[in-house]
Nanobody, 130 residues
C-alpha cells in the first residue's frame, strides 16, 4: 500500500508563497496520477492540482491557475505543490493524493472525485492571514 506524507504547511501572509512536499513510499508502476486536494472548514474537498504520467498532462482548478504549480520526481520519491500569490481564500487543509492503479487509459485527474484516488496523506494546514 502506498503511503503519502505531506509537509510544508504553515502560516503565510497574503501575497506570500509556500511549497508543500509529499513524500511517496513507492511508485509501483510507471502509470500514475498524483495530485493535491484541499478542504476548508464546512466546504467540500476540492481537487486543486493534478498530474498524470501517461500524457504528462496537468489539471488546475480555476481558482489556482497561474498561481500554483504541481511537480513530482519519481527518483526523489517526492511530489510538490508550489503556491504563489496566496490569498485568504487559499486557507485550507491540503492533502496529497495518488492513483497508483497503473491504468493507461483512466486519468483520475479528469475524474476529480476524491474516490478516484486510492492513496491519501494525513493533510497539512495552510493558513493565509495578516
Amino acid at each position: 500500500q502506498v503511503h503519502l506524507v505531506e509537509s510544508g504547511g504553515g502560516l503565510v501572509q497574503p501575497g506570500g508563497s509556500l511549497r508543500l512536499n509529499c513524500t511517496v513510499s513507492e511508485f509501483p508502476l510507471d502509470a500514475y496520477a498524483i495530485g493535491w486536494f484541499r478542504q476548508a472548514p464546512e466546504q467540500e474537498r476540492e481537487l486543486v492540482a493534478c498530474f498524470w504520467t501517461i500524457d504528462k498532462s496537468t489539471y488546475y482548478a480555476d481558482s489556482v491557475k497561474g498561481r500554483f504549480a504541481i511537480s513530482s520526481d519519481k527518483s526523489k520519491m517526492t511530489a510538490w505543490l508550489q503556491m504563489d500569490r496566496l490569498n485568504p481564500d487559499d486557507t485550507a487543509a491540503y492533502y496529497c493524493v495518488a492513483d497508483m492503479s497503473g491504468s493507461y487509459w483512466y486519468n483520475a485527474c479528469n475524474d476529480k472525485r476524491p474516490a478516484a484516488f486510492g492513496a491519501w496523506g494525513q493533510g497539512t494546514q495552510v493558513t493565509v492571514s495578516s
